[in-house]
């Protein structure tokens, strides 16, 4: 549907290759990736770039912002 948006703000995105507890997800929250350590991560996004591409921790997954998204820096 696409009506549907997200109003709100979004710090960082990780892609796992495997199914976390609630509270392996808490543990994990707020503390940067090192890609090394967790080899189930497939995608990393922490955001921290003032604009244009956003940059894949891990690999080569970039991505861009679309529509009236927007980065505030954290």
Known sequence: NGNRR???LIDEVCVWNTDL???AVRELMHLTKKTAEY???LAYYQFN????VGYDGVGSRHLSLVGSADRTVS
Do not use: A, H, I, R
């Not at 770039?49 to 244009?52: D, R, V």
């Open 6 to 8: 997200f109003k709100g």
């Open 49 to 52: 770039e003032s604009g244009g």
């Open 39 to 41: 080899p189930e991560l």
């Open 21 to 23: 507890s609630q509270d």
